[in-house]
Structure formats: structure tokens, C-alpha cells
T-cell receptor, first 116, second 112 residues
């Protein structure tokens, strides 16, 4: 059969620049959001999360912004480094924060390519 | 500081063979999950377990079974493997629904 290639949106940035990765989510009832980083051959690695009662949260070199009006999430990476090259996924929790489990729905991902 | 450990890392099966993928976590998490990841489709939930002794279907459960052996271990079984089950399988755990899921490094499964 015919093989289908992987067509990920790609963001190419220069080392030292800031990166912004965007994500649209679908369910207005989702109340918890997570960003993951996935390097080749590895599992998704937790970066930062945000609950729906916040619109901004900062970590080390990363900031997540949440716009509930337009159902949009973004991840900002400051001073991007070659080690930041990876696929980045957003995930929304439809299971209700504080419930027994997280029922995460993942986006298809964005490939961040950092040019030296 | 192992986190979530999956075995094996790679496996090749013939159509119709059976296989169990193993997962163990050492973070004392209550909830555990199995996902599959296919190119261009992100991660899709196969089964999850909210606590020891309970399991529930996720988005794509057909062709799979799971066992929550104890609080640490959650296994995924393919009874009769099909080529459509060729994928990368990830196990994850979380502290109920109040924190992020933490993932293992996956099992790369090819079915010929």
C-alpha cells in the first residue's frame, strides 16, 4: 500500500530567538491544559501546565498563555536553544480537573527546529 | 529515579501472534494509561485505570485488553496482533486528575 508521510507543522527559529508555538483546542468545557515536549525516540516530557482559572503561567524559560474566549493555547520559549528542538504537543483534559483521572486529548504536534 | 518503565523497547510480531506489553511506575500514582502514537495522529488513549482493580476503555480499545496488576503495574495485551496495530505504545501515570501524566519511553511494535 501507499505510505503516508508525517506532515507536522514546523516552526524554524534561530538559536537565541524566542519561539511561540500555538494550539487550538476544541472543548470549551476543558479545564486543564498541558504542554509536552517529545524528542526523537523518547516519550512525551511534561513542560508546563495551566488550569482554566488562569490565563498565564511561567516556568523556567517557558510561558503558557490561555485564551478561553477563542479556545487558544500558546507556549512561549525564551532564548531558544538547540536542545529545544523537538515535537511539542498540547493536551486538554476533558475529564474534569480533580477527578479520578486525566482524560487527555492531544493535538497532532508542532516540530520546533532550532537553527544554530 | 526511574519514573515510568516500559518493556520491551522494541518488538516484531507476525499477524495473529499475541503479546503483552509491560509498564511499571514508581511514583505511587493512582492512575495509569495506555496510548498509541501513529504518524500525524498524535497520541490516542487505548485504556486507562483510575485505581488498582479498575479499568476503562479509551478512544481506541478494540483489539486490546489490559490488566491493572497492582498499584505499580499496568499491562496491555494484544491477543491476535494485526498489521493495523503497528505503532509506538506509551504508558503513562498520574496522581489522579490533579496533575500531568508522566510517560515512559515507549514500545515500538511492528506487526508483519
Amino acid at each position: 500500500g501507499e505510505s503516508v508521510g508525517l506532515h507536522l507543522p514546523t516552526l524554524s527559529v534561530q538559536e537565541g530567538d524566542n519561539s511561540i508555538i500555538n494550539c487550538a483546542y476544541s472543548n470549551s468545557a476543558s479545564d486543564y491544559f498541558i504542554w509536552y515536549k517529545q524528542e526523537s525516540g523518547k516519550g512525551p516530557q511534561f513542560i508546563i501546565d495551566i488550569r482554566s482559572n488562569m490565563d498565564k503561567r511561567q516556568g523556567q524559560r517557558v510561558t503558557v498563555l490561555l485564551n478561553k474566549t477563542v479556545k487558544h493555547l500558546s507556549l512561549q520559549i525564551a532564548a531558544t536553544q538547540p536542545g529545544d528542538s523537538a515535537v511539542y504537543f498540547c493536551a486538554e483534559n476533558r475529564g474534569g480537573y480533580g477527578g479520578a483521572t486525566n482524560k487527555l486529548i492531544f493535538g497532532t504536534g508542532t516540530l520546533l527546529a532550532v537553527q544554530p | 529515579n526511574a519514573g515510568v518503565t516500559q518493556t520491551p523497547k522494541f518488538q516484531v510480531l507476525k499477524t495473529g501472534q499475541s503479546m503483552t506489553l509491560q509498564c511499571a511506575q514508581d511514583m505511587n500514582h493512582n492512575s495509569m494509561y495506555w496510548y498509541r502514537q501513529d504518524p500525524g495522529m498524535g497520541l490516542r488513549l487505548i485504556y486507562y485505570s483510575a485505581s488498582e482493580g479498575t479499568t476503562d476503555k479509551g478512544e481506541v480499545p478494540n483489539g486490546y485488553n489490559v490488566s491493572r496488576l497492582n498499584k505499580r503495574e499496568f499491562s496491555l495485551r494484544l491477543e491476535s496482533a494485526a498489521p493495523s496495530q503497528t505503532s509506538v505504545y506509551f504508558c503513562a501515570s498520574s496522581d489522579r486528575g490533579t496533575g500531568p501524566q508522566h510517560f515512559g519511553d515507549g514500545t515500538r511494535l511492528s506487526i508483519l
